[in-house]
């Protein structure tokens, strides 16, 4: 039987590919990155300007998880560090998360997306620890490290479960991702 997950959602020439810890099993049955009603990113994304041009082409004011698809047409994937769904993240184990990095290098760097936004540290910090070597706490915004021409940028992850961070301030990552991306564009 194969393990509960969720696609990945890359092509070449995405602008950003957002990288999760994992998919939730909620998600997974669904088939839908973020389908979660009490996850904060649809809402988050929709009022940022990073999802402007795609809501714009959709003719919609907000996205939902059954734009994800919809997003690679307008430079926007999804991936995760490990692909196995679970109820919450912290049911995977330090070693898969570990392993998951190495899977995800190689696809980050076979479709290079400009950037690679990582939710939450937890996912992160295995990636960081891995092209670095140090095992320091990363910050967010924009990373010092780069995967191949593919630029690191990590944002609060925007699980209902992550109470460290309002939902105006999980806006205002996404919108300092859009002017990160477009300091990158010119």
């Given at each position: 039987i194969a393990a509960l997950t969720l696609p990945d959602l890359l092509r070449d020439g995405l602008d950003v590919a957002f990288v999760g810890i994992n998919p939730s099993c909620y998600s997974a049955a669904r088939g839908r990155?973020?389908?979660?009603p009490t996850n904060r990113f649809w809402p988050c994304l929709s009022r940022s300007a990073l999802s402007l041009g795609a809501r714009e082409a959709l003719g919609v004011g907000k996205l939902g998880p059954e734009h994800d698809r919809a997003l690679l047409?307008?430079?926007?994937?999804?991936?995760d560090v490990v692909k196995?769904?679970?109820p919450k993240a912290s049911?995977?184990?330090?070693?898969?998360l570990a392993n998951g990095v190495h899977e995800l290098l190689a696809k980050l760097g076979l479709y290079r997306p400009r950037i690679a936004c990582f939710h939450g540290i937890t996912g992160f910090r295995h990636v960081h620890r891995l092209l670095t070597g140090a095992n320091t706490t990363p910050h967010l915004g924009p990373q010092a490290i780069d995967i191949g021409t593919t630029r690191l940028f990590l944002v609060p992850n925007p699980s209902g479960a992550n109470a460290h961070?309002?939902?105006a301030?999980?806006?205002m990552?996404?919108?300092r991702l859009a002017e990160f991306l477009d300091a990158l564009r010119r």
């Amino acid at each position: 039987i194969a393990a509960l997950t969720l696609p990945d959602l890359l092509r070449d020439g995405l602008d950003v590919a957002f990288v999760g810890i994992n998919p939730s099993c909620y998600s997974a049955a669904r088939g839908r990155y973020f389908a979660r009603p009490t996850n904060r990113f649809w809402p988050c994304l929709s009022r940022s300007a990073l999802s402007l041009g795609a809501r714009e082409a959709l003719g919609v004011g907000k996205l939902g998880p059954e734009h994800d698809r919809a997003l690679l047409a307008h430079g926007i994937g999804f991936t995760d560090v490990v692909k196995r769904a679970t109820p919450k993240a912290s049911d995977l184990a330090p070693a898969e998360l570990a392993n998951g990095v190495h899977e995800l290098l190689a696809k980050l760097g076979l479709y290079r997306p400009r950037i690679a936004c990582f939710h939450g540290i937890t996912g992160f910090r295995h990636v960081h620890r891995l092209l670095t070597g140090a095992n320091t706490t990363p910050h967010l915004g924009p990373q010092a490290i780069d995967i191949g021409t593919t630029r690191l940028f990590l944002v609060p992850n925007p699980s209902g479960a992550n109470a460290h961070f309002t939902p105006a301030e999980q806006t205002m990552w996404y919108d300092r991702l859009a002017e990160f991306l477009d300091a990158l564009r010119r």
